[in-house]
């Protein structure tokens, strides 16, 4: 029944029934789209994640990769432009209005459902973060096309479809979505899901600015203002190269200083798992995992973390992934690189000390003689 | 004021298992509850009701059993429960939940009174798209308010409404106006003890049961598998990596050889990370 959605497959009949042919007036969409996330003045990296993927995905199909940049005119707007194109871009789409400055549902609607209903692209990628999310279910619920949320895998198969993947059951199972009979296909993908690309520079190619008819008389919501988190860990978290987490199995509130102090003593940004947060001993910014933050760092260190399936997709991009767990069996030393069985709580400190040691000028000058 | 919140009975995912042969899921057994995200906005939608007047109507599109759901909402003192249910709606993706569940919400409105204001999660822990709630905004015509972290004031009589909502990089305030469809942020409030009273009366409720024709709709292509663009190919378990961890051994060892045979193990696997840390680290 509906509780089903998207969570089990249909039944063979039911899936067999839904092989649709593509209607004649979708047959000229094509070309990828990226939408490069703006927001006051401010590129979200996941912009680049996408365009590393959509690269693949035109390549594949021997289409065109565009970035989507919808902004007020003015020198933040242009540089976006530039960037989709040293991330890989062939064209851009660009509509430029002043009501475009903070972001808002209405304009921003309006803006991308007008690209794609004038140039028509074949697939739309955007990022899952609040923004992305906002605008991705209005567009596709205004062209009446297929979404696919929160994708950890694009791909286009042997008939140019393309094949969404997605965890679905808190991450227990993946599921490969496909949007049949409809265009474009859109996905949302979650920031540090996948890889960022290398940026070459290069100079900007073909603009295609687009006017959209808007007024801001017109536009119900108004923005009052805005008070910027500023660096904090928030945008850190998720983009920092060396990454230490404590989980449930640290005891108490007070023992996750050890994390913090390892984390400093390596310049590294420190998470929780899920139960830290519902505890209260972590502010929800710092989880990570299915309802938290993926990460992607070159080095992991998970200490009293289980490893369960929600904590684990969100750390699978990890280069190094490094377990501290009293428990063999755990299930994180299934995915962990390297794993030590034995009591955090006194671990950590000795692994505080060593790292300091083994990292200061010092000791380091020593060596090299 | 009216307040219509949507809410949806999924699966305690924490227990859920997948049969290791068919990876099917296996709901036998598997206990259910309201989607923990729809918690907040219920209580929002409460606490709007409590200082301006008015009804709360819950809805959710399930299968029957999703009644427990609705009658666990009423405890907490909602005011009237819908339950959406019909074969037609089986396995809709969010194009079709959302149509289903703004037919239901547009006759909510004819047959209740017009919602000031529609509540959703932020998102389902089974679904987990956070696109039904965008999705149902579409289709009504609502202003959409996404995230929202707190309502800051409500002013009924110019229907107008001021929210700050998450964004990437901070809080962003906004004013709209009723009426709206807000998604509420989670640990924005926590949800009360229903009381006694309510208690008894949810036991006592009557559910209001529709099916798709009693919510008024006619096209039934647009609802459930027919009315869903996306479809399931394949469902598959996540790959395991080959290889266990590689463990070190910790016999006879104290904490700070352990430490030195860890980070050289870290070192050997990741030789230029040594500098970078050197560098970055105030140590
Ligand atoms: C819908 C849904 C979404 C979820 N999303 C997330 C998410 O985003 N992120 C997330 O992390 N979880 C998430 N979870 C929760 C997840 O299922 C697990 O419950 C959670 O990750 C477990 O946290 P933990 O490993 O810290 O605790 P536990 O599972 O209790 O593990 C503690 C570990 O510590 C070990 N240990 C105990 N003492 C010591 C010691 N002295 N030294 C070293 N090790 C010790 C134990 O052996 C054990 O392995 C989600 C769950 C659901 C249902
Ligand atoms: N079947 C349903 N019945 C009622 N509300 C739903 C249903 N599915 C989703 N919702 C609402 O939409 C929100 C977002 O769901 P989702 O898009 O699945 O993440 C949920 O938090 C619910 O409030």
Redesign the interface.
């Known amino acids: 029944?509906?509780?089903?959605?998207?969570?089990?497959?249909?039944p063979a009949a039911?899936?067999a029934?839904?092989k649709r042919e593509l209607p004649e007036h979708f047959k000229d969409y094509r070309h990828v789209w990226v939408f490069i996330?703006l927001?006051?003045g401010?590129i979200?990296p996941v912009s680049f994640e996408l365009l590393g993927e959509g690269r693949k995905l035109a390549d594949k199909l021997g289409v065109e990769l565009a970035g989507v940049v919808l902004g007020p005119a003015g020198e933040a707007t242009l540089y976006a432009v530039a960037e989709a194109f040293a991330y890989g871009a062939d064209l851009a789409y660009l509509v430029e209005a002043p009501l475009l400055e903070?972001?808002?549902?209405?304009p921003f609607?309006k803006a991308m459902t007008d690209l794609v209903t004038t140039y028509k692209p074949e697939i739309l990628l955007l990022g899952a973060?609040?923004?992305g999310?906002?605008l991705?279910?209005?567009v596709?619920?205004?062209l009446?096309?297929?979404?696919?949320?929160?994708c950890t895998e694009l791909d286009v198969d042997a008939e140019g479809s393309l094949?969404a993947t997605r965890?679905?059951?808190?991450?227990?199972?993946?599921?490969?979505?496909?949007?049949?009979?409809?265009r474009p296909q859109m996905a949302t993908v979650r920031p540090r899901v996948m890889a960022m690309p290398q940026r070459v520079n290069k100079p900007i190619g073909r603009v295609i600015q687009h006017d959209v008819p808007m007024v801001e008389e017109e536009i119900?919501?108004?923005?009052?203002?805005?008070?910027?988190?500023g660096q904090s860990s928030?945008?850190n978290l998720a983009y920092a190269?060396?990454v230490v987490a404590g989980g449930l199995g640290l005891g108490a509130a007070e023992n996750l200083k050890l994390v913090k102090n390892l984390a400093?003593?390596?310049?590294a940004e420190y998470g929780c798992s899920r139960p830290l947060v519902q505890k209260g001993w972590m502010p929800?910014d710092r989880q990570i995992g299915?309802?938290g933050k993926t990460i992607r760092p070159?080095?992991y260190i998970a200490a009293g973390i289980s490893g369960a399936?929600q904590h684990?997709?969100g750390v699978g991009g990890a280069?190094?992934?490094?377990?501290i767990n009293t428990d063999?069996n755990a299930p994180?030393?299934?995915?962990?690189?390297?794993?030590?069985?034995?009591d955090a709580i006194?671990?950590l400190?000795?692994?505080t000390?060593?790292?300091?040691h083994?990292?200061?000028?010092h000791s380091?000058d020593k060596l090299a003689n | 004021m009216h307040i219509v919140i949507c809410i949806k009975q999924v699966p305690d995912s924490a227990q859920i298992r997948v049969h290791p042969v068919t990876n099917t899921i296996m709901r036998q057994g598997v206990p259910t509850i309201i989607n923990p995200y729809d918690l907040f906005a219920l209580e929002e939608a409460l606490r709007l009701r409590d200082a301006h007047g008015g009804e709360v109507t819950v809805l959710t599109m399930g299968p029957p059993m999703a009644e427990d759901a609705l009658r666990k909402a009423l405890t907490y003192g909602a005011d009237r429960a819908v339950l959406l249910t019909d074969r037609h709606f089986a396995g809709s993706d969010t194009l079709a939940t959302s149509f289903a569940l703004s037919q239901a919400i547009a006759k909510i409105g004819e047959t209740f009174g017009s919602p000031d204001i529609v509540f959703t999660g932020k998102q389902t822990i089974d679904g987990d798209t956070a696109q039904v709630g965008p999705g149902i905004a579409k289709r009504l015509d609502l202003l959409q308010l996404t995230y929202v972290a707190k309502i800051v004031s409500i002013d009924l009589n110019k229907r107008e409404i001021t929210v700050e909502r998450r964004s990437e990089g901070g809080t962003q305030t906004l004013m709209s106006k009723l009426p709206c469809l807000i998604t509420m942020l989670e640990g924005t409030n926590e949800i009360r003890r229903g009381s006694l009273d309510d208690a008894l009366r949810a036991a006592r409720s009557r559910i209001v049961k529709w099916n798709a024709a009693d919510a008024g709709i006619e096209d039934l292509t647009k609802c459930g598998l027919r009315g869903s663009p996306t479809v399931v190919k394949r469902v598959f378990a996540p790959a395991t990596r080959a290889e266990k961890a590689e463990q070190i051994d910790t016999t006879e060892k104290t904490p700070r050889d352990l430490a030195d045979e860890l980070i050289a193990g870290i070192f050997s696997r990741q030789p230029a990370l040594e500098d970078e840390l050197a560098f970055d680290g105030d140590a």
């Open positions: 029944m509906l509780n089903m959605k998207r969570d089990t497959p249909p039911g899936r029934s839904t996330e927001e006051r401010q979200h903070d972001y808002r549902n209405e609607t973060t609040t923004l999310r906002d991705a279910g209005s596709a619920t205004t009446l096309t297929g979404l696919t949320a929160d094949a965890p679905t059951f808190g991450g227990s199972l993946l599921c490969t979505i496909y949007t049949l009979n409809c119900v919501t108004k923005a009052l203002g805005f008070l910027s988190d928030n945008a190269d060396v400093r003593a390596i310049g929800a299915q309802t070159k080095l399936i684990r997709v280069d190094l992934i490094v377990a063999r994180i030393f299934d995915f962990a690189h390297l794993g030590v069985v034995t006194r671990f400190p000795s692994l000390e060593v790292f300091t083994r990292l200061s000028p380091r």
